[in-house]
């Protein structure tokens, strides 16, 4: 019984941290057709801002439950600054090209970006455990857990039900829906279409930033943490289906709950769990578990 | 066949290189040995990127080759150049169209991550296999010729420029026939080609299988060149996101682009390096935003215009 | 006139060759070093950079003749040397492409440094094709001299089959009551590796105790191991053995210090010593920890001229004590010296690996003795310690520290690591 509820507890925190990671990507998937590449960098500079000013205020002696306004700020930060350049800068001028060219796009500004943060950070790693050692620890199932892990399944539930909420009981929400459709209906309909793909984009960012905030207390800042979640929220965001966030949090809680039994129970295959279970599933469901209608044009 | 300006520059080039080959210092006959063997796998992806598929895992088919070529080596001690090549290709090409028969099926960006995925679930078993060497994998021994050791590099750089550029030939005749303009056809409008008569699935799957064979040759060559097999530099998703680059950056426009393609990439990357040893992933992805931005047809779209200029004169 | 000219000729020819035997017999002034080192992604930080810093402050000693007898002469046979950084990120692939570039179109004298395992093995083989002197200074796989005869590489650290040996021996000296033993090692080579050498040497000397079902081997660069800990928590093993490095161990520090991972079981990290300085009090205590030998935190008081130059000198220009990587491309470097003062700076490739080949030299925290793999693999000691806080220096020091003789950890020349463990471990003398 101990080990069934680590287990589920393991599956859940893992499910957590894949759909904060991801969710991001799949709004920006969802509503601008783009698998964004540099979702990786938003990642990776939230990380390394909230760890460079946890840090800071920690030295200046100031409190540390500060640590988590620090986390939200430093995502908003980043989303906004990173978001509005990208998008205004590069993204606006690609969107009548393929697909493709503008995934590859987003490749070419990843790369960038990751030596940008080399330049500003250098390859020192940043350390931020404040807000992590300040929840200190609890005994579940038998073992010790870390608070702070617990709360990230807090987060992903907050993440997930503001997104239903935005999507399904506002106006925004309906909009961006109907963009999502068609989007030339949707210009012709008068919606700014170009405004709603710069806020998707810029919250998208936020989120992306708010993953790499997030989890920056419980590991070691260093250069090349955003390659590694790239091809993680890749596989999350083709198992949900383009652009459904139900889609994103099922597909994290199935890879989340497969990965944390195999850890526990066959850690040889831990390895292929991720890829295998979006291979089985493209196989079943070709466009993800919870594909969108698309109109067939003739 | 031959009366095509492609084919003659390509039989013209043959020469050229081969004979340029014996006398240029060995780093920049090692740079064409590596760019030639890559520009094969990018023949391929072209192929499918006039189809209007891209795929982000076709380093499958480059790993299979070129651990075909390292376990026959190993277990078998073949060391032949043509049967190590044939081994590559085959068990690229008989993969590939297994695989087809799913892939066809698939589109856009699912058809690039379902590729991606299975090219990450071979990375993982290599990796987790010792006796396949994991991720330092392991050394290949010399090829021979019909048996013969050669001295130097010099005649399995001639083989593969031969066999690289032959296959760009094939390919272009094959872009001529019907099956080939069907290409272009399917990534305009699928629903009109199928109205047409045409299999859509069916042609699908033909160019998948050829781009696999196509990698699998590439992921040989390769190997032998390099002497070694890795999963890092031969599986990883790493792998196909710079073929990838490549073809993107090569443009679609002619046989001849891949290669040039493939050469520029590596001079730009050689430079990069030198030049800024903690930044060069910034020149990287500042090269390919531009040409991306500017050049949409790629370098070969450049060529093109230039050769236009001086045709109008 | 045919005379004339035929005397003519000769004695054109004759200068010719009296200018061309001089010009050969000419001893440079400068000579060119390419040291590749991680200068780019995960491994630049905990290995890469103190590396690089700590070949360049020798370089620099070396070429001003401050280093502390007995090279305390100026320069590498008398030349200074400049050298040439390299990232040797990007794949096995990308590093032969450079490798290639550096002889034969840079047309470097030596080229010292790499950290990879996977680009040391790809590159044996080029280095020895192309007969250039090679010196390796970091990467640890067994199989560079075991797989085939090398003339012109060479490795000046001890290979990492005596990381898991001492290890293991370090846990049987001091912790005799270990029942059961599990682990968590970063799932390529290296941790493979690890974790197979550490099994087998245990099974060989704590015969009684029982390995794991399930020990872990996370993706590399996962940075999450919740399940992981949770795993190991409930697992009945006493002990953990890691080969973590860099974030990977400093995030599973992190999150094992958190939820008392440390506090229940005997923590072996073999790695330990790059992240011993970085994290500072966030080291718990009581962890085993290595270094890959001779270096950092474990030999930090060790009271020779040569260490405490090198521990100083580091101190001063970078603000850090040096860790493992900064002293091995240090002394790769040394031994670069001595095989230059030794054939003289115009030496040929031949000569240098002549010169360099079964020597034994004092570096800078050990003495390394050049008689493996035909004379071209050092054999050094290598050994553990715990972590303990000083909280009055307000620094991480390690108690308890044990160093084992190089016959004891290493097999001996001609005897492959794996079968020697296996075997018994026979012909060592501790």
Same mark, same amino acid.
């Given at each position: 019984?101990?080990?069934?509820?680590?287990?589920?507890?393991?599956?859940?925190?893992?499910?957590?941290?894949?759909?904060?990671?991801?969710?991001?990507?799949?709004?920006?998937?969802?509503?601008?057709?783009?698998?964004?590449?540099?979702?990786?960098?938003?990642?990776?500079?939230?990380?390394?801002?909230?760890?460079?000013?946890?840090?800071?205020?920690?030295?200046?002696?100031?409190?540390?439950?500060?640590?988590?306004?620090?986390?939200?700020?430093?995502?908003?930060?980043?989303?906004?600054?990173?978001?509005?350049?990208?998008?205004?800068?590069?993204?606006?001028?690609?969107?009548?090209?393929?697909?493709?060219?503008?995934?590859?796009?987003?490749?070419?500004?990843?790369?960038?970006?990751?030596?940008?943060?080399?330049?500003?950070?250098?390859?020192?790693?940043?350390?931020?455990?404040?807000?992590?050692?300040?929840?200190?620890?609890?005994?579940?199932?038998?073992?010790?857990?870390?608070?702070?892990?617990?709360?990230?399944?807090?987060?992903?539930?907050?993440?997930?039900?503001?997104?239903?909420?935005?999507?399904?009981?506002?106006?925004?929400?309906?909009?961006?829906?109907?963009?999502?459709?068609?989007?030339?209906?949707?210009?012709?309909?008068?919606?700014?279409?170009?405004?709603?793909?710069?806020?998707?984009?810029?919250?998208?960012?936020?989120?992306?930033?708010?993953?790499?905030?997030?989890?920056?207390?419980?590991?070691?800042?260093?250069?090349?943490?955003?390659?590694?979640?790239?091809?993680?929220?890749?596989?999350?965001?083709?198992?949900?289906?383009?652009?459904?966030?139900?889609?994103?949090?099922?597909?994290?809680?199935?890879?989340?709950?497969?990965?944390?039994?195999?850890?526990?129970?066959?850690?040889?295959?831990?390895?292929?769990?991720?890829?295998?279970?979006?291979?089985?599933?493209?196989?079943?469901?070709?466009?993800?578990?919870?594909?969108?209608?698309?109109?067939?044009?003739? | 066949?031959?009366?095509?300006?492609?084919?003659?520059?390509?039989?013209?080039?043959?020469?050229?290189?081969?004979?340029?080959?014996?006398?240029?210092?060995?780093?920049?006959?090692?740079?064409?040995?590596?760019?030639?063997?890559?520009?094969?796998?990018?023949?391929?992806?072209?192929?499918?990127?006039?189809?209007?598929?891209?795929?982000?895992?076709?380093?499958?088919?480059?790993?299979?080759?070129?651990?075909?070529?390292?376990?026959?080596?190993?277990?078998?001690?073949?060391?032949?150049?043509?049967?190590?090549?044939?081994?590559?290709?085959?068990?690229?090409?008989?993969?590939?169209?297994?695989?087809?028969?799913?892939?066809?099926?698939?589109?856009?960006?699912?058809?690039?991550?379902?590729?991606?995925?299975?090219?990450?679930?071979?990375?993982?078993?290599?990796?987790?296999?010792?006796?396949?060497?994991?991720?330092?994998?392991?050394?290949?021994?010399?090829?021979?010729?019909?048996?013969?050791?050669?001295?130097?590099?010099?005649?399995?750089?001639?083989?593969?420029?031969?066999?690289?550029?032959?296959?760009?030939?094939?390919?272009?005749?094959?872009?001529?026939?019907?099956?080939?303009?069907?290409?272009?056809?399917?990534?305009?409008?699928?629903?009109?080609?199928?109205?047409?008569?045409?299999?859509?699935?069916?042609?699908?799957?033909?160019?998948?299988?050829?781009?696999?064979?196509?990698?699998?040759?590439?992921?040989?060559?390769?190997?032998?060149?390099?002497?070694?097999?890795?999963?890092?530099?031969?599986?990883?998703?790493?792998?196909?996101?710079?073929?990838?680059?490549?073809?993107?950056?090569?443009?679609?426009?002619?046989?001849?682009?891949?290669?040039?393609?493939?050469?520029?990439?590596?001079?730009?990357?050689?430079?990069?390096?030198?030049?800024?040893?903690?930044?060069?992933?910034?020149?990287?992805?500042?090269?390919?935003?531009?040409?991306?931005?500017?050049?949409?047809?790629?370098?070969?779209?450049?060529?093109?215009?230039?050769?236009?200029?001086?045709?109008?004169? | 006139?045919?005379?004339?000219?035929?005397?003519?000729?000769?004695?054109?020819?004759?200068?010719?060759?009296?200018?061309?035997?001089?010009?050969?017999?000419?001893?440079?002034?400068?000579?060119?070093?390419?040291?590749?080192?991680?200068?780019?992604?995960?491994?630049?930080?905990?290995?890469?950079?103190?590396?690089?810093?700590?070949?360049?402050?020798?370089?620099?000693?070396?070429?001003?003749?401050?280093?502390?007898?007995?090279?305390?002469?100026?320069?590498?046979?008398?030349?200074?040397?400049?050298?040439?950084?390299?990232?040797?990120?990007?794949?096995?692939?990308?590093?032969?492409?450079?490798?290639?570039?550096?002889?034969?179109?840079?047309?470097?004298?030596?080229?010292?440094?790499?950290?990879?395992?996977?680009?040391?093995?790809?590159?044996?083989?080029?280095?020895?094709?192309?007969?250039?002197?090679?010196?390796?200074?970091?990467?640890?796989?067994?199989?560079?001299?075991?797989?085939?005869?090398?003339?012109?590489?060479?490795?000046?650290?001890?290979?990492?089959?005596?990381?898991?040996?001492?290890?293991?021996?370090?846990?049987?000296?001091?912790?005799?009551?270990?029942?059961?033993?599990?682990?968590?090692?970063?799932?390529?080579?290296?941790?493979?590796?690890?974790?197979?050498?550490?099994?087998?040497?245990?099974?060989?000397?704590?015969? #009684? $105790?029982?390995?794991?079902?399930?020990?872990?081997? %996370?993706?590399?660069? /996962?940075? !999450? &191991? =919740?399940?992981? @800990?949770? *795993?190991?928590?409930?697992?009945?093993?006493?002990?953990?053995?890691?080969?973590?490095?860099?974030?990977?161990?400093?995030?599973?520090?992190?999150?094992?210090?958190?939820?008392?991972?440390?506090?229940?079981?005997?923590?072996?990290?073999?790695?330990?010593?790059?992240?011993?300085?970085?994290?500072?009090?966030?080291?718990?205590?009581?962890?085993?920890?290595?270094?890959?030998?001779?270096?950092?935190?474990?030999?930090?008081?060790?009271?020779?001229?040569?260490?405490?130059?090198?521990? #100083? $000198?580091?101190?001063?220009?970078?603000?850090?004590? %040096?860790?493992?990587? /900064?002293? !091995? &491309? =240090?002394?790769? @470097?040394? *031994?670069?010296?001595?095989?230059?003062?030794?054939?003289?700076?115009?030496?040929?490739?031949?000569?240098?690996?002549?010169?360099?080949?079964?020597?034994?030299?004092?570096?800078?925290?050990?003495?390394?003795?050049?008689?493996?793999?035909?004379?071209?693999?050092?054999?050094?000691?290598?050994?553990?310690?715990?972590?303990?806080?000083?909280?009055?220096?307000?620094?991480?020091?390690?108690?308890?520290?044990?160093?084992?003789?190089?016959?004891?950890?290493?097999?001996?020349?001609?005897?492959?690591?794996?079968?020697?463990?296996?075997?018994?471990?026979?012909?060592?003398?501790?």
């Amino acid at each position: 019984m101990e080990t069934f509820l680590t287990i589920l507890l393991d599956g859940l925190q893992f499910s957590s941290y894949l759909f904060i990671v991801s969710a991001g990507l799949t709004i920006i998937f969802g509503v601008m057709k783009i698998l964004n590449v540099a979702h990786g960098s938003f990642y990776a500079w939230g990380a390394y801002t909230s760890a460079f000013f946890i840090g800071k205020f920690s030295d200046m002696g100031l409190p540390d439950a500060l640590g988590f306004l620090i986390i939200v700020a430093a995502a908003i930060v980043v989303g906004v600054i990173l978001g509005f350049i990208i998008e205004q800068g590069i993204l606006k001028h690609m969107y009548e090209r393929d697909e493709v060219l503008i995934v590859l796009a987003t490749f070419g500004l990843f790369l960038i970006l990751e030596d940008i943060i080399l330049i500003a950070f250098g390859t020192d790693p940043y350390f931020a455990y404040q807000p992590m050692a300040l929840l200190e620890s609890v005994e579940l199932g038998g073992i010790t857990r870390d608070v702070y892990g617990i709360t990230l399944i807090g987060v992903a539930a907050v993440v997930a039900v503001g997104c239903w909420w935005l999507l399904n009981k506002t106006k925004w929400g309906t909009l961006l829906k109907a963009v999502i459709f068609d989007r030339e209906m949707g210009i012709s309909m008068g919606i700014n279409v170009p405004l709603v793909y710069t806020l998707t984009f810029i919250g998208g960012a936020i989120l992306g930033g708010l993953g790499g905030a997030y989890i920056a207390p419980t590991i070691s800042v260093a250069p090349g943490l955003g390659a590694e979640v790239i091809v993680l929220s890749f596989a999350v965001v083709v198992v949900g289906g383009m652009g459904s966030i139900a889609g994103a949090a099922i597909g994290s809680l199935i890879i989340g709950l497969l990965r944390a039994i195999a850890v526990h129970e066959v850690p040889q295959v831990e390895l292929f769990v991720v890829f295998a279970v979006m291979a089985v599933v493209l196989v079943f469901r070709p466009e993800g578990l919870f594909a969108p209608a698309k109109p067939r044009k003739i | 066949m031959f009366n095509d300006r492609t084919a003659k520059f390509l039989l013209l080039a043959a020469l050229v290189i081969c004979v340029g080959g014996a006398f240029a210092p060995n780093w920049i006959v090692n740079q064409f040995m590596f760019g030639f063997s890559r520009a094969l796998a990018i023949l391929g992806l072209m192929v499918l990127w006039r189809t209007g598929l891209v795929s982000f895992g076709h380093a499958f088919y480059f790993g299979l080759g070129a651990y075909a070529v390292a376990i026959l080596d190993s277990k078998l001690g073949v060391s032949d150049v043509f049967l190590r090549l044939i081994a590559g290709v085959v068990v690229a090409g008989v993969a590939g169209f297994l695989i087809g028969f799913i892939m066809r099926n698939y589109r856009d960006i699912f058809f690039a991550m379902l590729n991606t995925a299975i090219s990450m679930v071979l990375f993982g078993i290599v990796v987790k296999t010792e006796s396949l060497g994991s991720t330092d994998g392991f050394a290949i021994s010399a090829s021979t010729i019909f048996g013969a050791s050669p001295e130097t590099k010099y005649p399995l750089f001639v083989i593969i420029t031969l066999v690289s550029l032959t296959a760009a030939l094939a390919v272009n005749f094959y872009l001529k026939t019907t099956f080939g303009k069907l290409t272009t056809a399917i990534r305009d409008n699928e629903i009109r080609v199928e109205y047409l008569g045409f299999s859509v699935a069916h042609a699908i799957h033909l160019k998948y299988s050829m781009s696999a064979i196509l990698a699998g040759g590439a992921g040989a060559l390769m190997a032998m060149s390099l002497g070694q097999v890795d999963p890092e530099s031969m599986i990883n998703w790493t792998v196909s996101g710079e073929l990838v680059f490549i073809t993107i950056m090569a443009g679609p426009g002619s046989v001849i682009a891949p290669f040039i393609g493939s050469l520029v990439f590596e001079v730009l990357r050689t430079y990069a390096f030198e030049l800024a040893p903690q930044a060069w992933q910034l020149i990287m992805g500042a090269a390919f935003l531009t040409i991306i931005f500017f050049l949409p047809g790629g370098i070969w779209s450049l060529i093109e215009k230039l050769g236009g200029k001086k045709n109008e004169k | 006139m045919t005379n004339k000219l035929l005397k003519g000729a000769l004695g054109i020819a004759a200068v010719s060759a009296v200018a061309l035997a001089g010009g050969i017999a000419h001893a440079k002034d400068t000579i060119t070093i390419a040291v590749p080192s991680f200068l780019t992604g995960g491994a630049a930080g905990p290995f890469g950079i103190p590396a690089m810093n700590g070949a360049k402050m020798v370089t620099d000693a070396i070429n001003k003749g401050t280093l502390p007898a007995p090279y305390n002469t100026k320069g590498f046979g008398g030349a200074s040397a400049s050298l040439i950084e390299l990232d040797e990120g990007g794949g096995a692939t990308k590093q032969v492409a450079e490798y290639r570039n550096l002889v034969e179109k840079r047309n470097v004298d030596a080229i010292v440094g790499y950290i990879s395992s996977g680009n040391c093995q790809a590159l044996a083989p080029i280095a020895e094709e192309l007969k250039q002197f090679t010196i390796f200074a970091t990467c640890g796989t067994p199989r560079i001299f075991e797989e085939a005869e090398r003339k012109y590489v060479f490795r000046t650290m001890g290979h990492a089959t005596s990381d898991n040996v001492a290890a293991a021996m370090y846990v049987k000296e001091n912790f005799p009551n270990m029942k059961s033993y599990t682990g968590i090692n970063q799932n390529y080579a290296w941790g493979q590796d690890s974790w197979r050498d550490f099994d087998l040497t245990l099974k060989q000397i704590m015969p #009684n $105790t029982k390995a794991s079902e399930k020990t872990q081997f %996370p993706k590399i660069f /996962a940075g !999450q &191991y =919740g399940s992981e @800990i949770s *795993a190991m928590s409930l697992d009945k093993a006493d002990l953990v053995h890691s080969s973590f490095w860099g974030g990977d161990l400093e995030a599973f520090i992190f999150q094992g210090a958190a939820r008392g991972l440390f506090k229940k079981k005997i923590s072996v990290v073999t790695v330990g010593g790059t992240a011993a300085y970085r994290l500072g009090k966030k080291l718990p205590d009581g962890l085993v920890l290595g270094a890959r030998g001779p270096y950092g935190i474990l030999v930090r008081d060790r009271d020779t001229a040569l260490n405490n130059w090198f521990v #100083n $000198t580091y101190k001063n220009i970078y603000g850090i004590y %040096p860790s493992g990587p /900064a002293y !091995q &491309y =240090g002394q790769a @470097i040394l *031994a670069a010296k001595i095989a230059y003062d030794k054939a003289g700076s115009d030496a040929s490739n031949e000569q240098l690996a002549d010169a360099l080949r079964g020597v034994t030299f004092e570096s800078f925290s050990t003495t390394i003795e050049m008689k493996l793999g035909g004379g071209h693999q050092a054999a050094t000691e290598n050994g553990y310690g715990i972590t303990k806080y000083d909280a009055d220096e307000g620094e991480n020091v390690v108690t308890g520290v044990k160093f084992y003789p190089a016959s004891c950890v290493l097999p001996p020349d001609g005897v492959k690591s794996v079968d020697w463990i296996n075997g018994g471990m026979k012909g060592a003398k501790c």
